[in-house]
């Protein structure tokens, strides 16, 4: 495996390389979507995390609020996951003594762990939720 910020040789075969390579970058953003959210909602309530983000002024991290788009991530991010495992498993076959197979395997074996304890701890609150996150906190002036 190469240095952080290249690109990983896994294998000799280029497409699967580019596939590993893209299903491990497809594997975070949304277990980390996940992850943030959930905290921030049992942290401050789906309300309070929201009005905690438009008081931070960064409203453009506002886009994991929606149950809809944590669970799409969550598909996506689930499915890159086991693609690496799958992968992992049949490089691992099919070379018992490879190295890269046993790092994929890793990897993915990584993420399927950390997605097994977030996914039920940090799933979206049930209960209503506000129409829209364009419009920031009520005026507290008032």
Request: net charge positive; charged share 20%.
């Amino acid at each position: 495996m190469a240095l952080a910020a290249t690109f990983v040789t896994f294998t000799d075969v280029l497409w699967q390389d580019i596939l590993l390579n893209l299903a491990f970058i497809a594997a975070v953003p949304g277990l980390g979507t996940w992850i943030v959210w959930g905290v921030r909602e049992r942290r401050r309530g789906v309300r309070g995390a929201l009005e905690h983000e438009w008081k931070r002024g960064q409203p453009s991290t506002l886009r994991g609020w929606k149950p809809r788009n944590r669970w799409i991530g969550a598909w996506i991010s689930l499915g890159a996951t086991a693609i690496l495992l799958v992968f992992g498993a049949v490089l691992r076959v099919i070379d018992p003594g490879d190295d890269e197979a046993l790092g994929v395997l890793a990897i993915g074996g990584i993420h399927a762990v950390v997605w097994a304890v977030a996914l039920p701890l940090c799933r979206p609150l049930p209960g209503p939720r506000p129409e829209h996150a364009t419009q920031g906190p009520p005026d507290e002036s008032r």
